[in-house]
């Protein structure tokens, strides 16, 4: 039996996790922490009468008892909760972003690596059975030699709170977009080089936040990625990425988990519908949408903790998409180009 606590019981962490987590085999929610008593309350209405539960977070880092954490904090609590936990001897499932800074991600890295403990990252999207297929789909050579990636979500505000502090969350692209980033890194499969970008709190303008992006990231050997957001967009919701190749191309819809696959050397139009499997996790989200992946990704770090095997989503990787984040809002800051490796330290 694996016993997981959950550091941050609100809205995200019950919905995303506990509930995701009491349908997993052999494993035991121990304790939850929140500084809401209304949440915790909600949590054991969830889990029963006999879990844990605290207002401090390190309150369940510092049980024994406990063999991994789940971190659903605010953006700006990750780094201190994920060190502490793994200096406990803690498993890690931190959520995104791994940290506000590249300093913060190199040092949880570095934490888990002392400790010998798993470090997984909330990218959940990779294990959504559509981005799965579409990655497949691109390793195999179905494009040909992949050029071209994008994304285009035009939707409502994000839920209000903690996430419209730029303090808090670490700004829009690292809240909202790492998860976006990060698949056009694992899709790319290179090193991602130079970002240009261009933003603004152009409509939301109760918000410290950005409400609008367009980012363009080079990568290694001339392939390109681009992002379009717009969080002013109630009648919106559904998140467009594609890929193109030399050979054909790629559409996705997220929402209406739809594939269409094109090539350039036959008239096939082949539009397949990746449906999600079983208990698939969902849960609707502030502006309506339904998010994927959640539980899959619980059930690997499960089993990334009983086997020792890499979790798909990494510290390497998560750190990666921090800096094209950094990069990003470091560009529409400078008004200007701004170059990963500077990001990196390099």
């Known amino acids: 039996m694996i016993r997981i606590g959950l550091l941050g019981a609100g809205w995200f962490g019950r919905e995303a996790h506990l509930r995701n987590l009491l349908k997993i085999e052999g494993v035991e929610v121990a304790a939850v922490s929140s500084r809401s008593g209304e949440s915790l309350e909600a949590s054991k209405s969830l889990a029963g009468?006999?879990?844990?539960?605290?207002?401090?977070?390190?309150?369940?880092?510092?049980?024994?008892?406990?063999?991994?954490?789940?971190?659903?904090?605010?953006?700006?609590?990750?780094?201190?909760?994920?060190?502490?936990?793994?200096?406990?001897?803690?498993?890690?499932?931190?959520?995104?972003?791994?940290?506000?800074?590249?300093?913060?991600?190199?040092?949880?890295?570095?934490?888990?690596?002392?400790?010998?403990?798993?470090?997984?990252?909330?990218?959940?999207?990779?294990?959504?059975?559509?981005?799965?297929?579409m990655k497949e789909m691109i390793a195999r050579g179905d494009i040909g030699d992949l050029q071209l990636m994008w994304c285009r979500e035009f939707r409502g505000p994000m839920r209000a709170g903690w996430r419209s502090s730029e303090a808090l969350t670490g700004g829009t692209i690292l809240e909202k977009?790492?998860?976006?980033?990060?698949?056009?890194?694992?899709?790319?499969?290179?090193?991602?080089?130079?970002?240009?970008?261009?933003?603004?709190?152009?409509?939301?303008?109760?918000?410290?936040?950005?409400?609008?992006?367009?980012?363009?990231?080079?990568?290694?050997?001339?392939?390109?990625?681009?992002?379009?957001?717009?969080?002013?967009?109630?009648?919106?919701?559904?998140?467009?990425?594609?890929?193109?190749?030399?050979?054909?191309?790629?559409?996705?819809?997220?929402?209406?988990?739809?594939?269409?696959?094109?090539?350039?050397?036959?008239?096939?139009?082949n539009i397949l519908k990746i449906a999600d499997e079983g208990d698939a996790a969902n849960f609707i989200d502030s502006s309506g949408r339904v998010d994927r992946g959640i539980k899959p990704e619980l059930e690997d770090f499960v089993e990334c903790i009983r086997s020792g095997k890499e979790p798909l989503n990494d510290g390497a990787s998560a750190r990666l998409a921090v800096?094209?984040?950094?990069?990003?809002?470091?560009?529409?800051?400078?008004?200007?180009?701004?170059?990963?490796?500077?990001?990196?330290?390099?």
Not at 82 to 87: E, H, I, P, V, Y
Not at 89 to 104: D, I, N, Q, R, S
Not at 181 to 194: G, I
Not at 329 to 334: A, T
Request: aromatic share 6%; net charge negative; hydrophobic share 40%.
């Open 49 to 133: 009468s006999g879990l844990l539960t605290f207002s401090d977070w390190r309150d369940v880092v510092a049980l024994k008892e406990v063999d991994a954490v789940i971190i659903a904090l605010t953006n700006d609590q990750h780094f201190a909760a994920a060190t502490a936990a793994l200096r406990a001897g803690k498993h890690v499932l931190c959520e995104k972003p791994l940290g506000l800074t590249m300093a913060e991600c190199d040092a949880i890295i570095a934490e888990s690596g002392a400790a010998g403990k798993v470090l997984q990252v909330g990218h959940e999207m990779r294990f959504q059975r559509l981005y799965g297929q």
């Open 177 to 269: 977009n790492v998860h976006h980033l990060d698949l056009f890194n694992w899709m790319m499969d290179c090193p991602p080089e130079r970002v240009s970008a261009h933003g603004g709190t152009n409509v939301l303008k109760d918000r410290e936040i950005l409400d609008n992006a367009q980012v363009l990231i080079e990568y290694e050997g001339g392939r390109r990625a681009s992002l379009e957001l717009c969080l002013f967009a109630p009648n919106g919701g559904e998140c467009e990425i594609g890929a193109c190749g030399d050979k054909g191309r790629i559409d996705t819809k997220n929402q209406a988990l739809e594939l269409i696959h094109q090539r350039f050397d036959v008239p096939d139009r």
């Open 323 to 346: 800096a094209v984040c950094l990069a990003a809002q470091e560009s529409i800051r400078r008004r200007e180009s701004v170059w990963i490796a500077e990001m990196l330290g390099h």
